[in-house]
């Protein structure tokens, strides 16, 4: 049993990082509206130009900062009270974002939105409380299931980009780009289940540094078959972290962060247990409250996306009732 004193410390330090954490996101935004539109059909170089002059902007740099800082005492509060504690508080961060994008961004939230996004609040905490076991990874026995599951998820991955780039210049791109980077943190969640997990059972000398980045190398020339997911687990979660952060922030460009966050938010959390209970053989105390949670994220997350499409539905024909007005010969 944790005693008070650990859990009072526990819970004051995950409620000092939870409104940085999410006031770090709602001036990254401030920020990204002031700098160059983060685009994807120049390739890897235009993407690093827009961030090098997005970072030239003092509200950006301010969020981007306030995010890593709230990491350290987010950390140690996992490591007082456990992720099932500290997980359902932060989630409730979600609420921070909805009234700051209000009041500071000025982003307006309709009632029925809001209920989706209350209802994808919500579910991080039921996942939290549905009780999920310790991770048990058997390094052979999870390729299979491993290999068919990101299979699967690339190729939603995939599938929200090609059609984010199909809906570009209309109010679903943000919608779409969001997923896309949603599922790239939610990737890059399980690659970090693998390596952290690995590393604290592989026995590395004083240059595992260089075990990390060239693992590989390890495994080829005798090494240890751990060493061969070592790399695949390190260079897997910087790839898609980097990737989904590009993503997101572009996502947070072409539409209402409000509406968005609570999407990456929930998809980020729940795709890696799931890899957890199909690969990684993790349990849960109360399977109803984890599959209702899941069952509350596609709604929610279903709904937002469909009043996306609605509002740019509405937009397009009242263009059109204007365009008929003024005369136009063109029809849209």
Same mark, same amino acid.
């Given at each position: 049993?944790?005693?008070?004193?650990?859990?009072?410390?526990?819970?004051?330090?995950?409620?000092?990082?939870?409104?940085?954490?999410?006031?770090?996101?709602?001036?990254?935004?401030?920020?990204?509206?002031?700098?160059?539109?983060?685009?994807?059909?120049?390739?890897?170089?235009?993407?690093?130009?827009?961030?090098?002059?997005?970072?030239?902007?003092?509200?950006?740099?301010?969020?981007?900062?306030?995010?890593?800082?709230?990491?350290?005492?987010?950390?140690?509060?996992?490591?007082?009270?456990?992720?099932?504690?500290?997980?359902?508080?932060?989630?409730?961060?979600?609420?921070?974002?909805?009234?700051?994008?209000?009041?500071?961004?000025?982003?307006?939230?309709?009632?029925?939105?809001?209920?989706?996004?209350?209802?994808?609040?919500?579910?991080?905490?039921?996942?939290?409380?549905?009780?999920?076991?310790?991770?048990?990874?058997?390094?052979?026995?999870?390729?299979?299931?491993?290999?068919?599951?990101?299979?699967?998820?690339?190729?939603?991955?995939?599938?929200?980009?090609?059609?984010?780039?199909?809906? @570009?210049?209309?109010?679903?791109?943000?919608?779409?780009?969001?997923?896309?980077?949603?599922?790239?943190?939610?990737?890059?969640?399980?690659?970090?289940?693998?390596?952290?997990?690995?590393?604290?059972?592989?026995?590395?000398?004083?240059?595992?540094?260089?075990?990390?980045?060239?693992?590989?190398?390890?495994?080829?020339?005798?090494?240890?078959?751990?060493?061969?997911?070592?790399?695949?687990?390190?260079?897997?979660?910087?790839?898609?972290?980097?990737?989904?952060?590009?993503?997101?922030?572009?996502?947070?460009?072409?539409? @209402?962060?409000?509406?968005?966050?609570?999407?990456?938010?929930?998809?980020?959390?729940?795709?890696?247990?799931?890899?957890?209970?199909?690969?990684?053989?993790?349990?849960?105390?109360?399977?109803?409250?984890?599959?209702?949670?899941?069952?509350?994220?596609?709604?929610?997350?279903?709904?937002?996306? @469909?009043?996306?499409?609605?509002?740019?539905?509405?937009?397009?024909?009242?263009?059109?009732?204007?365009?008929?007005?003024?005369?136009?010969?063109?029809?849209?």
């Amino acid at each position: 049993m944790v005693d008070t004193y650990t859990v009072t410390l526990g819970i004051i330090l995950v409620l000092i990082a939870t409104p940085m954490f999410n006031l770090g996101i709602v001036f990254q935004k401030m920020g990204l509206l002031q700098g160059p539109e983060i685009t994807f059909d120049k390739g890897f170089v235009g993407i690093l130009k827009a961030f090098r002059e997005i970072a030239k902007n003092k509200w950006w740099l301010l969020g981007a900062i306030l995010g890593v800082v709230a990491w350290f005492p987010y950390v140690v509060s996992i490591g007082l009270v456990g992720f099932m504690v500290a997980e359902p508080i932060n989630s409730i961060g979600i609420i921070i974002v909805v009234i700051a994008a209000n009041r500071i961004l000025g982003e307006t939230v309709t009632w029925y939105e809001f209920i989706a996004i209350a209802v994808l609040t919500i579910s991080p905490i039921l996942i939290a409380l549905a009780g999920i076991s310790e991770v048990a990874i058997d390094l052979y026995e999870m390729v299979i299931p491993l290999t068919i599951f990101f299979i699967i998820a690339f190729s939603i991955t995939i599938g929200c980009f090609i059609y984010s780039q199909k809906k @570009r210049g209309t109010k679903s791109e943000g919608f779409f780009v969001m997923l896309t980077g949603s599922f790239f943190l939610a990737l890059g969640g399980v690659f970090t289940n693998i390596f952290a997990q690995i590393l604290v059972n592989i026995q590395l000398t004083w240059y595992f540094g260089i075990e990390i980045f060239f693992g590989i190398f390890w495994f080829i020339f005798g090494g240890s078959y751990a060493h061969l997911w070592l790399f695949i687990g390190w260079w897997g979660l910087a790839i898609c972290n980097i990737a989904s952060f590009a993503f997101y922030q572009s996502a947070f460009q072409k539409s @209402r962060m409000a509406v968005l966050f609570p999407i990456f938010d929930s998809i980020g959390l729940s795709i890696p247990i799931i890899a957890g209970t199909l690969v990684f053989k993790q349990t849960f105390n109360n399977y109803f409250l984890f599959f209702l949670a899941i069952f509350l994220i596609f709604i929610g997350t279903s709904a937002l996306g @469909r009043f996306q499409a609605d509002i740019e539905t509405m937009d397009i024909k009242k263009t059109s009732t204007s365009i008929k007005k003024d005369g136009a010969i063109k029809p849209i």
